[in-house]
C-alpha cells in the first residue's frame, strides 16, 4: 500500500487531539515511514506578508496570499509548499502525484512574492510523520480513512469544512461515523 497523493482523514476518537478533525495530504509513503501535511488547519496568527519579512524576502504588488497552514508536529519552523503539479522548483521539487507536488526550498517562496510559482498553492509549517509501519497500525485500529486528494479539496474551499467534504468524497456522512472500531 503506497498513500502517497493520497488524503487520510482522522476518525472520531482517533486518541490523538493534535489530528482532530484533520485532513492530511500524503506526500511520501514507503517501507522506511510516511510524510504528510494537514491541510484544513490554519495558522490563524500569521500572514504570507509577514512570514516573507521575517525570511527577508521582499514581496512584490503582484504578490499572491497564499494560505499558511499547521502542517503538524514535527519540526513546526520548517515550511513547505504543497502545491499543483504546473510548477517543479529547480530540481527541488518532489513529485507527490500526477496533480500535486512539495517544494520545501526558498526559491518557491520568492517565486510567489513575485506574482510566480505555482498556480495553486498551501504553505505548511511543519509536518506529520510516521516510523516504518506506525501509520499502517493506526489505519487498521480505525484511526484513520484514506481518499482521493483532489486539487478542489486541498486547495479551495473553507478549511473548516474539508474534513466533511472528504469523507463526503467516499461516500460517508460525518454524523455517521463511531469512534469505536468493529472487528468481526
Known amino acids: 500500500m503506497n498513500l502517497a497523493g493520497k488524503l487520510l482523514v482522522a476518525m472520531p476518537g482517533m486518541g490523538d487531539s493534535r489530528f482532530e478533525h484533520s485532513v492530511i495530504m500524503m506526500c511520501a509513503h514507503s ?3 510516511a510524510m504528510g501535511l494537514i491541510v ?3 495558522a490563524p496568527d500569521l500572514r504570507f506578508e509577514q512570514l ?6 521582499t514581496h512584490s504588488d503582484k504578490s499572491r496570499d497564499i494560505r499558511i497552514h499547521f502542517g503538524g508536529p ?3 519552523v520548517r515550511g513547505f509548499v504543497l502545491h499543483s503539479a504546473d510548477y517543479a522548483g529547480h530540481g527541488a521539487t518532489l513529485k507527490v502525484s500526477d496533480d500535486f507536488g512539495m ?4 526559491d518557491v517562496l520568492q517565486e510567489l512574492a513575485e ?6 498553492s498551501l504553505l505548511a509549517l511543519g509536518y506529520a510523520g510516521w516510523g516504518p509501519g506506525q501509520l499502517e497500525s493506526e489505519i487498521l485500529s480505525n484511526g484513520w480513512l ?3 486528494a483532489s486539487e478542489e479539496l486541498v486547495f479551495n474551499g473553507s478549511n473548516s469544512r474539508k474534513w466533511e467534504r472528504a469523507l463526503r468524497s467516499i461516500g460517508i456522512d460525518p ?3 463511531s469512534a469505536t472500531a468493529g472487528h468481526a
Not at 103 to 106: E, F, G, I, R, Y
Not at 115 to 120: R, Y
Open 115 to 120: 506574482g510566480d510559482g505555482p498556480e495553486k
Open 40 to 42: 484544513n488547519r490554519p
Open 103 to 106: 517544494t520545501a526550498t526558498l
Open 74 to 76: 514535527v519540526e513546526h
Open 146 to 148: 484514506t481518499c482521493d
Open 175 to 177: 454524523l455517521s461515523l
Open 52 to 57: 516573507l519579512s521575517q525570511l527577508n524576502i
Open 31 to 33: 517501507s522506511d515511514g
